[in-house]
């Protein structure tokens, strides 16, 4: 399959071309790297070569991958807190990890040397599949390489709009305290106490790397973004409910960041020898936004089948029975027929925490997905799983007119008064 032919006509012939340099383009090189893959044409297109930190993802797994020696911290045991609970939650046989995108290029960089990747630095454009190679454009139409497989990592929007669409929308402070203020033992999961908008949900969180530094966030899940000024207003309302000083914090990095959360569908394969990894190949968890454990899923099974000399086409990143299950969720919490604190409060006090972070990654089996449905409340689930059922009938019999949707870019602002910023928003 993996033929070294060249043809002399276009600037750069390869096997495998990945469009996009971001994580999940990375995870794929280093995937390939530890793979020991040779005698593979490899190139990347990409206008921005990354490196350092510009995003910090949070996921949880089993420990004794290749990822452990990159993470910043990991913790084995997290609270889930709620107006009316405070849940110590023990993720045995899982860990809750933290990792920034530094180790994750760096890691890239040297797969790149290893593996003799040919790097174009150049926005992509147009993509021709003529069931045989693919051709790469530039933006002003020029050809910049033929590739008889691409990975297109790049952010674009479903294929139509969904019945729902919401955001995960954050802002995040990077905090270093002048002494000891946090466990860094536990980190903080989700912690409901935040006030709560009133189309959807809000939680902070507290990944604390050791006792004097930690990364302290605000979440919503809603259909629109905040303003800047909104975001620090949140932040510093949800630091004073944790007890932490200002006058001892200093803020030295700023995260901001946007997720869809959408049962849109997302095309994985749009066509013959285009494979798309990312959101923008369904790997974010539509009830979550959590995107980075499929990603490096993905990773691993097209390492394994360009080793293997197969085509380089990752499985789905979730089963089609959890796609719908988002969806129904989607449209209880839109439509208020749920209280979102309440409806994640039940998730955990019902089920193992393991059980749930698995049921988030697509990772449990049909009785186990039972298990998880039993512990939601009936009547609004009912009422939602059969509006989602009339919804799609309606789609089916009349092509839905529903208004483009893209996700937007996120809310960047300046360090709130009184704190100091340094580094990059993501």
Do not use: C, K
């Not at 045995?92 to 994750?104: D, E, H, K, Q, V």
């Not at 933006?139 to 955001?167: F, H, M, Q």
């Not at 089916?396 to 580094?423: L, M, N």
């Amino acid at each position: 399959m993996w033929q070294r032919d060249r043809m002399d006509s276009w600037p750069v012939d390869v096997d495998l071309a990945l469009v996009g340099g971001g994580g999940a383009a990375s995870l794929v090189l280093a995937a390939l790297a530890r793979h020991r893959v040779r005698d593979v044409r490899i190139a990347v297109v990409d206008p921005v070569h990354r490196r350092g930190q510009d995003r910090t993802w949070a996921f949880w797994g089993r420990s004794g991958n290749d990822l452990d020696e990159l993470l910043s911290a990991s913790w084995s045991r997290v609270e889930v807190v709620t107006p009316d609970a405070h849940r110590a939650l023990d993720l045995t046989p899982l860990r809750y990890a933290m990792l920034r995108s530094g180790p994750i290029y760096a890691r890239a960089a040297e797969a790149e040397r290893q593996l003799g990747v040919t790097r174009i630095a150049a926005a992509a454009g147009r993509v021709d599949d003529d069931g045989d190679r693919v051709l790469v454009r530039a933006v002003d139409g020029r050809p910049l390489l033929r590739a008889r497989w691409l990975l297109d990592s790049r952010p674009r929007p479903p294929r139509r709009p969904g019945r729902t669409n919401w955001l995960q929308h954050f802002r995040g402070w990077w905090l270093t305290a002048d002494r000891p203020v946090f466990d860094p033992a536990r980190a903080v999961l989700m912690d409901f106490r935040t006030p709560q908008p009133a189309r959807g949900v809000s939680f902070g969180y507290v990944l604390p790397v050791d006792s004097r530094y930690a990364l302290v966030e605000y979440t919503e899940f809603s259909p629109d973004l905040l303003t800047a000024a909104a975001y620090d207003t949140a932040l510093a309302g949800y630091r004073d409910l944790l007890g932490l000083d200002a006058a001892r914090l200093t803020v030295t990095e700023v995260e901001n960041g946007v997720i869809p959360m959408t049962d849109g569908p997302f095309v994985a394969r749009p066509s013959p020898r285009v494979v798309r990894l990312g959101t923008g190949g369904g790997a974010t968890r539509p009830s979550t936004g959590f995107t980075f454990s499929a990603m490096h899923r993905q990773a691993e099974q097209v390492a394994r089948a360009v080793a293997a000399g197969r085509p380089p086409v990752p499985a789905p990143a979730y089963p089609g029975r959890h796609r719908w299950m988002d969806a129904v969720a989607l449209r209880a919490l839109d439509g208020g027929l749920v209280n979102g604190p309440e409806f994640f409060g039940r998730l955990f006090d019902r089920n193992p925490a393991s059980r749930v972070l698995r049921f988030l990654d697509g990772d449990t089996s049909l009785a186990e997905d039972l298990a998880v449905m039993r512990s939601t409340r009936l009547r609004p689930m009912v009422t939602a799983t059969v509006a989602d059922a009339a919804a799609r009938v309606r789609d089916r019999s009349a092509p839905s007119r529903r208004p483009a949707w893209t996700v937007p870019p996120p809310v960047v602002g300046s360090a709130p008064p009184g704190v100091e910023r340094s580094g990059s928003d993501r």
